[in-house]
């Protein structure tokens, strides 16, 4: 059985997290079913595509379903620089109001949730035009580094947020600013 944290029987989960005021790490893992479009293409299981996919869809069950308006103190991070979420936040909120019928409060729109409620890390993303535009989509105090060893070199990592496009405050940051004040280190 596979089970989402946007279900009923959360509540008091997420109830307790807002109260604790700790953030919750959504990690990709196996996928709880094998749809037809990973039929024939192994390739596409696991960390290429698939493990994205999970992810960023149990996340954004948590926006659709609810659960992030409901409890609007609890942050959720998502690795891999969002799981794609960053650059889909205008679909997102364009979809949404479309299947509607209804132009959404400003804050009650998909987008202005994750950036709400969503921290990311840059784990096994080492492109620095993706970093620029998720810092640019959910701004510099929701993006952390980190490394994604061991599937990832540590110094081309290492290498990669070093060599950034960024200013130097904004790299303090996301380097280790968001991480000691989101996690309290």
């Known amino acids: 059985m596979w089970d989402y944290l946007d279900e009923d029987r959360y509540l008091p989960f997420w109830e307790r997290v807002e ?45 659709f379903g609810g659960t992030l308006t409901r409890f609007p103190g609890v942050k959720i991070i998502l690795g891999h620089m969002g799981e794609t979420l960053p650059f889909l936040l205008w679909r997102l909120d364009s979809r949404r109001q479309f299947d509607l019928g209804e132009t959404l409060a400003p804050d009650a729109l998909p987008s202005a949730i994750i950036k709400r409620n969503i921290a990311v890390t840059t784990s096994g993303v080492c492109d620095p035009g993706a970093l620029v535009a998720t810092l640019q989509a959910l701004g510099e105090d929701n993006v952390m580094f980190s490394v994604d060893y061991p599937y990832e070199d540590p110094q081309v990592a290492a290498d990669f947020i070093e060599a950034a496009p960024i200013g130097e405050d904004v790299r303090a940051k996301v380097c280790h600013g968001n991480a000691e004040r989101l996690l309290r280190l």
């Open 19 to 63: 109260v604790l005021d700790v953030p919750v790490y959504l990690h990709p893992g196996a996928m709880a079913d094998h749809p037809a479009m990973f039929a024939h293409r192994p390739e596409l299981g696991g960390p290429i595509w698939a493990w994205t996919a999970e992810t960023a869809a149990h996340a954004l069950r948590l926006v």
